[in-house]
């Protein structure tokens, strides 16, 4: 099992999880899961985001041809 979660404040967001399947099987190859995870969050001046690894003793690995992390502005939300 292998996965992160997003963070604002300390507080989780967002998560996902993969698995890898091994076999010792030639026709049946080690199969992994991609993932796709987003939100629309509130973040206000001076919160701070995080990512972080579900497992201990993990890394993430982002190839610059197949990972994406990234913010997107959608407006200036106006709370009456």
């Known amino acids: 099992m292998n996965g992160f979660r997003v963070y604002l404040n300390d507080r989780p ?16 190859r080690a199969k992994s899961n991609t ?17 972080r690894d579900v497992e201990g003793l993990r890394y993430s690995l982002f190839e610059p041809a197949k990972s994406f992390f990234g913010l997107v502005k959608l407006g200036d939300a106006r709370i009456k």
Do not use: F, N, R, W
Not at 13 to 26: A, Q, Y
């Open 13 to 28: 967001v967002l998560h996902c999880t993969t698995m890898t399947v091994h076999s010792s099987d030639e026709q049946k």
């Open 35 to 51: 993932c796709h995870t987003s939100a629309a969050v509130y973040i206000a001046p001076g919160d701070k985001i995080s990512v």
